[in-house]
């Protein structure tokens, strides 16, 4: 039989475990809400600093059809004072996508001069060269364009991560055959630095998302910089992403399909 020593002891030791739970777990939560108000009160600030860190950079977005309407007439700056370089827009996703506002937004873009590029959403599930004929046959890129670029930024689920490297570089080849220049990498971090920081990934450009408060991200080398996905302009309602070209016009017209 269990002695009322023991049972106490059970007891007192329970409800200990019980109170630092509690104690923790207020404090877990409290760091989660400092952080959480933290982003939203300081994503303003951070972009300045972004801004002032790259004052002779040049500054783009990149659209897909969550944005919703846009009042064209207005995408002209960032913070009202920045021109807006370069405008990037989902074209397609996996073997049978097409972002619904896609072509339209393309012929707008063209309209307001301002240089474009069209990427693809690569779902790692999908078959590799469905998603490159996909991509092909609903984007017609021309001089003056930034080359085609993948979006990858998942695993798959029913592969290894070497197979779906080897269907990541037939789609680059196919696309880079197709329309004659290298294509663009878009990832995160992360991603980059864990699964395509690999020899036959090198001579891509790469566009990299990192919204943390660095001053570069972790990836070497970058072309574009994702660096908030809180930004703001006229024209477009809510939240939008803001990215820096590393480099000046000169590099930038050098990027583009001749």
Not at 96 to 108: N, V
Request: with cysteine; proline share 5%.
């Amino acid at each position: 039989m269990v002695s009322k020593k023991v049972i106490l002891f059970l007891i007192i030791m329970c409800s200990c475990i019980f109170l630092l739970a509690i104690y923790y777990f207020r404090i877990d939560l409290s760091i989660i809400y400092h952080r959480l108000n933290q982003e939203v009160t300081s994503a303003n600030t951070k972009n300045e600093s972004i801004f002032k860190r790259y004052p002779r950079s040049l500054y783009g977005i990149d659209l897909s059809h969550y944005q919703g309407a846009i009042d064209w007439k207005h995408v002209n700056y960032i913070n009202d004072s920045i021109p807006i370089a370069f405008i990037i827009v989902r074209a397609t996703m996996g073997v049978d996508g097409l972002d619904k506002e896609y072509i339209s937004r393309w012929e707008t873009i063209k309209s307001k001069r301002i240089i474009r590029g069209a990427y693809h959403y690569y779902r790692p599930n999908q078959h590799s060269l469905s998603q490159s004929k996909q991509f092909k046959d609903h984007v017609n890129l021309g001089p003056g364009d930034l080359p085609p670029i993948l979006d990858i930024e998942n695993l798959s689920t029913i592969q290894s991560v070497e197979n779906l490297k080897l269907g990541i570089k037939k789609w680059l080849d196919d696309i880079e055959f197709y329309y004659g220049v290298t294509p663009i990498i878009y990832t995160g971090d992360h991603f980059y630095r864990k699964h395509l920081n690999t020899p036959e990934f090198d001579k891509y450009p790469i566009w990299i998302a990192n919204y943390g408060n660095y001053a570069e991200p972790f990836a070497q080398p970058w072309i574009i910089w994702q660096f908030t996905e809180q930004g703001e302009i006229k024209g477009v309602d809510g939240f939008i992403d803001l990215n820096v070209f590393k480099g000046t016009y000169p590099d930038l017209k050098a990027l583009l399909i001749k």
